[in-house]
Protein backbone atom coordinates (compact mmCIF):
# COMPACT_ATOMS: atom_id res chain seq x y z
CA UNK A 1 0.00 0.00 0.00
CA UNK A 2 1.24 3.31 -0.32
CA UNK A 3 0.17 7.14 0.46
CA UNK A 4 0.40 10.29 -0.81
CA UNK A 5 -0.78 12.54 2.19
CA UNK A 6 -0.66 16.67 1.22
CA UNK A 7 -0.91 19.35 3.75
CA UNK A 8 -0.27 22.73 3.12
CA UNK A 9 -3.69 24.35 1.46
CA UNK A 10 -5.91 27.16 2.75
CA UNK A 11 -7.22 30.28 2.32
CA UNK A 12 -4.46 33.51 1.04
CA UNK A 13 -5.18 36.91 0.00
CA UNK A 14 -3.68 37.78 -3.62
CA UNK A 15 -0.06 38.16 -3.36
CA UNK A 16 0.22 36.12 -0.52
CA UNK A 17 2.52 32.71 0.02
CA UNK A 18 1.82 29.02 0.97
CA UNK A 19 3.58 25.99 1.28
CA UNK A 20 2.45 22.74 0.25
CA UNK A 21 3.76 19.27 1.45
CA UNK A 22 3.60 15.77 0.15
CA UNK A 23 4.81 12.75 2.35
CA UNK A 24 4.75 9.12 0.31
CA UNK A 25 4.84 6.72 2.10
CA UNK A 26 4.16 2.48 2.77
CA UNK A 27 5.89 -0.09 0.64
CA UNK A 28 8.28 2.10 -1.97
CA UNK A 29 11.35 0.85 -3.46
CA UNK A 30 12.48 3.73 -5.57
CA UNK A 31 10.65 6.84 -6.66
CA UNK A 32 11.49 8.62 -9.82
CA UNK A 33 9.73 11.82 -10.04
CA UNK A 34 7.27 13.70 -7.90
CA UNK A 35 5.54 16.43 -9.07
CA UNK A 36 2.35 19.01 -8.13
CA UNK A 37 -1.16 19.13 -10.50
CA UNK A 38 -3.88 21.27 -9.96
CA UNK A 39 -7.44 21.62 -10.78
CA UNK A 40 -9.71 24.34 -10.74
CA UNK A 41 -13.63 24.40 -10.68
CA UNK A 42 -15.30 23.37 -14.46
CA UNK A 43 -11.25 22.82 -15.71
CA UNK A 44 -9.46 20.07 -16.17
CA UNK A 45 -6.00 18.71 -14.23
CA UNK A 46 -3.16 20.47 -14.82
CA UNK A 47 0.68 19.85 -14.52
CA UNK A 48 2.14 22.31 -12.38
CA UNK A 49 5.84 21.77 -11.33
CA UNK A 50 8.01 18.05 -11.20
CA UNK A 51 10.76 17.13 -10.54
CA UNK A 52 12.49 14.26 -11.10
CA UNK A 53 15.20 12.28 -9.25
CA UNK A 54 18.01 13.69 -10.50
CA UNK A 55 17.08 17.20 -9.85
CA UNK A 56 15.60 18.50 -13.06
CA UNK A 57 12.41 20.74 -12.78
CA UNK A 58 9.56 22.34 -14.73
CA UNK A 59 7.47 24.47 -14.52
CA UNK A 60 4.19 25.56 -16.22
CA UNK A 61 4.12 28.96 -17.72
CA UNK A 62 1.77 30.77 -16.01
CA UNK A 63 3.72 29.74 -12.48
CA UNK A 64 7.44 30.52 -13.35
CA UNK A 65 9.39 32.52 -11.14
CA UNK A 66 6.31 32.71 -8.25
CA UNK A 67 6.20 28.72 -7.32
CA UNK A 68 9.11 26.70 -6.08
CA UNK A 69 9.32 22.79 -6.38
CA UNK A 70 11.78 20.52 -3.96
CA UNK A 71 12.27 17.69 -3.11
CA UNK A 72 13.72 15.64 0.34
CA UNK A 73 14.66 12.26 -1.07
CA UNK A 74 15.44 10.63 2.23
CA UNK A 75 11.80 11.28 3.42
CA UNK A 76 10.01 10.98 0.31
CA UNK A 77 9.13 14.34 0.58
CA UNK A 78 8.02 16.96 -2.00
CA UNK A 79 7.25 21.12 -1.95
CA UNK A 80 5.68 23.49 -3.36
CA UNK A 81 6.66 26.97 -2.14
CA UNK A 82 4.11 29.31 -3.67
CA UNK A 83 4.48 32.66 -4.07
CA UNK A 84 2.45 36.40 -5.38
CA UNK A 85 -0.52 33.98 -5.58
CA UNK A 86 -3.23 35.32 -7.95
CA UNK A 87 -6.91 34.44 -7.88
CA UNK A 88 -6.77 31.84 -10.38
CA UNK A 89 -4.50 29.93 -8.58
CA UNK A 90 -7.23 28.71 -6.90
CA UNK A 91 -7.65 24.93 -7.46
CA UNK A 92 -7.40 21.59 -5.42
CA UNK A 93 -3.79 20.54 -5.70
CA UNK A 94 -2.58 17.26 -6.09
CA UNK A 95 0.65 15.47 -5.38
CA UNK A 96 1.76 12.95 -7.46
CA UNK A 97 4.76 10.61 -7.94
CA UNK A 98 5.49 7.99 -10.42
CA UNK A 99 7.41 5.18 -8.41
CA UNK A 100 8.30 1.32 -8.08
CA UNK A 101 6.77 -0.58 -5.02
CA UNK A 102 9.72 -3.66 -5.53
CA UNK A 103 12.47 -4.04 -7.67
CA UNK A 104 10.66 -6.01 -9.85
CA UNK A 105 7.31 -3.55 -10.18
CA UNK A 106 6.37 -1.04 -12.82
CA UNK A 107 6.67 2.29 -12.74
CA UNK A 108 3.24 3.43 -11.87
CA UNK A 109 1.66 6.94 -10.99
CA UNK A 110 -0.19 7.26 -7.24
CA UNK A 111 -1.93 10.47 -5.95
CA UNK A 112 -2.52 12.09 -2.70
CA UNK A 113 -6.37 13.03 -1.53
CA UNK A 114 -5.85 16.79 -2.51
CA UNK A 115 -5.60 20.44 -0.64
CA UNK A 116 -7.40 23.34 -1.23
CA UNK A 117 -5.94 26.24 -1.81
CA UNK A 118 -8.08 29.25 -2.13
CA UNK A 119 -6.23 32.95 -3.10
CA UNK A 120 -9.45 35.60 -2.47
CA UNK A 121 -9.59 38.80 -0.54
Known amino acids: QVQLVESGGGLVQPGGSLRLSCAASGSIFSINSMGWYRQAPGKQRELVAS???????YYADPVKGRFTISRDNAKNMVYLQMSSLKPEGTAVYYCNADLRRTARSEWSDYWGQGTQVTVSS
Open 51 to 57: SSTGGST
